[in-house]
């Protein structure tokens, strides 16, 4: 998925084997590309181990403008939102971010440059919003990731179609 190289490594010195409470994994290729294997594999352990890298954990929101990682924590309703169905929805939003959008237990873990990460943030939070009502976007003008279509209120059930239907398949195409 990532295109990147990974092998586990034994430490100078250590005999190796599985006799150690953890062992160091390594992972080769571009920053990027390392970040998202590296989010993917704490997202599995995560699955198995819950609170290996969660414990403790805060929200953090970084002002680097170059690549970084924020953090948002879910509640249970808001994270199975936020997944979707077999992850679509994640994989929606940090397709449409441009950024790398991996959950690890309740903690979205963010990652990408700052316009990046700020706008997967907005993308979150407006679909968590969506949920208890309609969501109103400000200046959508000035924006450079939006087009505005109007549709004759007459025609809105048919483009949705049953739950959003019609709509699911032009989500996924690139």
């Known amino acids: 998925e990532w295109g990147v190289l990974m092998f586990f490594m034994n430490k100078k010195g250590d005999g190796g084997g599985r006799s150690g ?10 920053k ?3 970040r998202g294997a590296e989010l993917k594999v704490m997202s599995s352990v995560e699955t198995k181990s819950p609170g290996c890298f969660t414990r403790g954990i805060r929200e953090k929101t970084s002002s680097e403008k170059g690549f970084d990682t924020d953090r948002m924590i879910f509640k249970d309703d808001e994270l199975s939102y936020a997944l979707g169905k077999e992850g679509t929805t994640r994989k ?9 959008l991996q959950y690890v237990g309740h ?3 963010i990652a990408g440059t700052l316009k990046e990460r700020k706008r997967c943030k ?3 939070t407006w679909l968590l919003n969506q949920r208890r009502g309609s969501v109103t976007i400000r ?3 000035s924006r450079d990731d939006a087009t505005e ?5 007459n025609c809105k059930g048919w483009v949705t179609g049953n739950r959003g239907s019609e709509l699911a398949p032009l989500d996924q195409e690139k």
């Open 21 to 30: 409470r953890s062992e160091q994994l390594i992972i080769f290729g571009p």
């Open 32 to 34: 990027r590309a390392r």
């Open 92 to 100: 929606k939003l940090e397709h449409a971010a441009g950024a790398i």
């Open 107 to 109: 903690v979205a873990f």
């Open 122 to 124: 907005e993308y979150i």
């Open 139 to 141: 200046e959508l003008s």
């Open 149 to 153: 279509m109007h549709v004759p209120e």
